[in-house]
């Protein structure tokens, strides 16, 4: 593999990036955009962009991923998309029939500086929205953030386009789940379920990206967030958003908008973090805690203690978003591992101040890095440096596991060669239990395997 030819020395870098740890902004908008009931994405660019987009989403969720596309082409390009993106309006409501569009745009469109509302303006006044129809937008150039930004622009969008206040405040709580899984959508709410808390939460890909085979070919999947939901949002008793950077922006635009309050917690990911998630939803609802939720807790400390020994000071690296990342850093370290290189694509200076707080007290150095030169060849040469027993990331991550035999967990976006993860959360105590059993199957796998014939022993 050419990755074996990774330099030891490490060189400054400002402005190079080799094999990013990244994506783009409208993959995260197209993302958000499918967690809206009946909706149709529609990228506002050319035909290049959107396949890229549809394609890179398929192959994580092995389920066809439906949008539209403006195909620019050179006029396109020159005058603008204006007419490009009123005729694909007329023709995806004639034809397909969508709930609702939710246009992003790409680095084509916002270069030349189309004015998205503007062109909905006209394509209303021209007819060509039909009554109980809807259209939202988000700007989402590739050239500024990455997918996590995407995503948290058009989660706002969805805020600022139909969040309403109705003069009340009914007994219903926000929940915007930030970038995680269908699977994990699920789970947050069936804790919300648990507690008999009444919940709205938006985007919601459950049963959009990880719906059964039927037989039967589907447009619209009976999952998804509706338009009605959206716009009793600006109702809610409070929001709790779950990401930083996901999900923050739009618990603060509804808070904004309609006097929302809103808590801004970590992704419910390992012990503490769900707590603190639990804890919320309990004050903010004036709701108890089921002993059914204390028996999934109790049932993940008991793993946490049984299995101690063959985590204790484990050295783990981890790539990936920095809503995610925070959170597994921290249970990383109440069950007693040293996350020792810790790397994210999106630019971010909190999540960096963010991470030493958290290992502040390791006994060991904690390489940190964020945006410019943060990307999986740096990545792969910090390992090299210092190995470490176990890794965290994406499929790219499979490289440098095979070059370097070290352990590989697949964790975050995208997640190609796999599956499960949209079946199987990560949040919540169950989630919880399940990342420890990949921990754990990962490092007992390898003992096992590395193991002398007098030292393979049956019971571990």
Known sequence: MLMRHTPKEIPERKALTVNPAKTCQPIGAMYASLGIHGCLPHSHGSQGCYAYHRSCLTRHYKEPVLAATSSFTEGASVFGGQANLLQAINNIFTVYDPAVIAVHTTCLSETIGDDIPQ?????????????????????????????????????????????????????????????????????????????????????????????PQTGKFTMYPKGGVTIDQLKKTGSSRGTIALGRL??????????????????????????KATDRFVDALRKMAGVTVPDS????????????????????????????????????????????????????????????????????DLPCKVNVKSGYGADM????????????????????????????????????????????????????????????????DALMDRQDRDSSEIEFDLVM
Not at 137 to 145: E, F, I, Q
Not at 155 to 165: L, Q
Not at 323 to 328: H, I, N, P, T, V
Request: aromatic share 10%; with cysteine.
């Open 377 to 440: 060849f740096h990545f792969h040469q910090l390992i090299k440096n210092e190995p470490v027993d176990l890794m965290f990331g994406n499929t790219y991550v499979k490289y440098i596991s095979r070059d370097e035999d070290i352990p590989f967990i697949r964790f975050g976006f995208p997640i190609m060669d796999r599956i499960g993860h949209s079946y199987f959360p990560t949040v919540g105590y169950q989630g919880g239990m399940r990342l420890l059993e990949k921990i754990l």
């Open 246 to 271: 996901a999900s923050g922006p739009a618990a603060k635009a509804l808070d904004a908008k309609c006097k929302v309050p809103c808590e801004i917690l970590d992704l419910p990911i390992g012990l």
């Open 293 to 360: 939720l204390n028996l999934e807790r109790g049932q993940m400390l008991d793993i946490i203690t049984d299995m101690q020994a063959y985590l204790y000071h484990k050295k783990v690296a981890l790539v990936g978003d920095p809503d995610q990342l925070e959170a597994l850093t921290e249970f990383l370290i109440d069950i007693d591992m040293l996350p020792v290189h810790i790397i994210t694509g999106t630019r971010d200076k909190k999540f960096e101040q963010r991470i030493q707080e958290l290992t502040a």
């Open 119 to 211: 062109i909905f303006a006209k394509a209303e006044n021209e007819g060509k929205i039909p009554d109980g129809k809807y259209v939202l937008h988000a700007n989402t150039p590739s050239y500024v953030g990455t997918h996590v930004t995407g995503f948290a622009n058009m989660t706002k969008a969805m805020v600022d386009y139909f969040a309403t206040a109705n003069g009340h405040k009914e007994k219903c709580v926000n929940l915007i789940p930030g970038w995680v899984e269908p699977s994990d959508m699920k789970e947050i709410k069936r804790i919300a379920f648990e507690m008999g808390v009444k919940s709205i939460l938006f985007p919601d890909t459950e049963n959009v990206l990880n719906g």
